[in-house]
């Protein structure tokens, strides 16, 4: 039996939350528990979050990106999926996942992925909801948006300290995880002619992720995600492009 723990994230957007829920309840392959990371916002309103009758840890420091991913390490069921809060994912995603690893590419698979060019995160290309839709399943350097994974594959993310707590999670997971595991990292197939395997929903992700308070919009995060992808491959990192 496919035990999953799915880890929903809150920091600006509680808003998405309860839609996020019912779209993670409402999936063909049902989860064993739902829990939240909650980023209490260090300005403006704060949200109860106990009326969405899943766990929540509640953090008065925000720990960005990391923080999500800490947590999953509590989880005791065989896999684990994480989700960014802009994120609504197909009725099939858990089985297109589950599908995917049992067709032979177990690994870290995600919605949207991406495929390193050169010895920095720019210039890339997107593969996934946001970018090239395949019925194949591709490798990739690393995934976003939403994650799934054998829960042991996390502990791979430890074993070395970040280049920066501030950025670059997806960087980081997919990059430790092939180094000290080899653990390859996958989009599963987006048809574009059936969304309902998607890890994300293309027009709700164009918006809920494109509004005020998108961090993209606050930071340019690129010459940070150059620097982190530079210092990973001198530590070792491989790209796909360049496995043999």
């Known amino acids: 039996m496919n035990t999953i723990t799915v880890i929903l994230n809150c920091y600006k957007r509680p808003e998405h939350l309860q839609e996020q829920i019912q779209a993670v309840r409402d999936q063909t392959v049902v989860p ?4 939240i990371w909650y980023n209490k916002p260090e300005d403006g309103e704060q949200y109860d979050l106990s009326a969405l009758g899943c766990k929540v840890v509640s953090s ?3 720990f960005k990106f990391h923080g999500r991913f800490a947590f999953g390490l509590l989880a005791q069921t065989e896999y684990v999926a994480f989700f960014d809060d802009d994120t609504i994912p197909g009725p099939e995603w858990f089985r297109n996942c589950l599908d995917t690893i049992e ?5 870290i698979l995600g919605t949207t992925g991406i495929y390193l060019q050169s010895g920095l995160y720019n210039p890339h290309s997107k593969i996934g909801w946001n970018g090239v839709n395949s019925k194949d399943t591709i490798e990739v350097d690393l995934v976003g948006h939403a994650w799934f994974m054998k829960k042991d594959y996390l502990r791979y993310m430890w074993y070395e300290e970040p280049v920066t707590w501030d950025n670059g999670e997806d960087i980081q997971l997919s990059y430790l ?7 390859k990292t996958y989009v599963p197939p987006h048809p574009s002619d059936d969304q309902s395997g998607w890890g994300s929903q293309y027009k709700k992700g164009a918006e809920y992720g494109n509004d005020k308070v998108a961090s993209h919009k606050k930071a340019n995060h690129s010459p940070l995600r150059d620097k982190i992808v530079a210092s990973n491959i001198k530590n070792g990192y491989i790209t796909v492009k360049n496995r043999s």
């Open 103 to 107: 067709g032979g590419y177990d690994g």
């Open 60 to 62: 008065n420091h925000n």
């Open 177 to 183: 995880a092939y180094k000290h595991g080899r653990v």
């Open 32 to 35: 064993t528990d739902i829990w």
